[in-house]
């Protein structure tokens, strides 16, 4: 119940395309959903997060989009570039607790 | 101002022995967390350290052990490494507890024979 389910595993794009990854979870108390990207050899680095308040939230080609009913966020970055190619992790807190359940990643590649 | 910093960055282990991977950060957090990262598994919390003085077991803390040593360092041990330890291990931190932004070292990565 804990889980959060992350697809695809890999994703490949042309330069200039839509990337989009899925995460759905069970648990309905989970009330703070962050994106985070890793590049090879580094340490994850938080990209973008959302509350269940919102359906959506956009930082420059970045867009979370939330169903709460469907207890479903997904990433999408738009005009996806080169240096988009990381691995992004979704995650999942509770309030009043300090433990993130993290989503397995997804490997994107992103062709020039 | 360095963030998270983790030492060593890589390590070989025979299986049985001991070591201590070591965390600090400079941005005055008050929580710390210690990470694994297996290839299809994410990142599952080993031990975490909400405050000073603090510490409690995450998802998967067999075989490891903790020290919060001041507010800087968080410190994870592993006192008889098995090869089902061999990962790459990741110290965070944060200010605002489980809502606020987790600041990630760079890794040790963890070869156990």
């Known amino acids: 119940q804990q889980q959060v389910k992350q697809s695809p595993q890999s994703l490949i794009v042309q330069k200039g395309g839509i990337s989009i990854i899925n995460c759905a979870y069970e648990?309905?108390?989970?009330?703070?959903f962050p994106w985070y990207q890793q590049f090879p050899g580094k340490g994850p680095a938080l990209l973008i997060a959302?509350?269940?308040?919102?359906s959506e939230k956009k930082e420059g080609r970045f867009t979370i989009s939330f169903n709460k009913s469907a207890k479903q966020f997904s990433l999408h970055i738009m005009d996806s570039q080169p240096g988009d190619s990381a691995t992004y992790f979704c995650?999942?807190?509770?309030?009043?607790?300090?433990?993130?359940?993290f989503g397995t990643g997804t490997r994107l590649k992103v062709l020039a | 101002n360095a963030g998270v910093t983790q030492t060593p960055k890589f390590q070989v282990l025979k299986t049985g022995q001991s070591m201590t991977l070591q965390c600090a950060q400079d941005?005055?957090?008050?929580?710390m967390y210690w990470y694994r990262q297996d290839p299809g598994m994410g990142l599952r919390l080993i031990y975490y350290?909400?405050?000073?003085?603090?510490?409690d077991k995450g998802e998967v803390p067999n075989g490891y052990n903790v020290s919060r040593l001041n507010k800087r360092e968080f410190s994870l041990r592993l006192e008889s490494a098995a090869p089902s330890q061999t990962s790459v291990y990741f110290c965070?931190?944060?200010?605002?507890?489980?809502?606020?932004?987790?600041?990630f070292g760079p890794g040790t990565r963890l070869l156990v024979l």
């Open positions: 648990n309905t108390a989970f009330d703070y």
């Open positions: 959302i509350r269940p308040d919102v």
């Open positions: 941005m005055n957090h008050n929580s």
């Open positions: 995650a999942a807190s509770f309030s009043g607790t300090y433990k993130y359940i």
């Open positions: 350290s909400a405050s000073e003085g603090t510490t």
């Open positions: 965070a931190s944060s200010e605002l507890g489980p809502m606020g932004t987790q600041y």
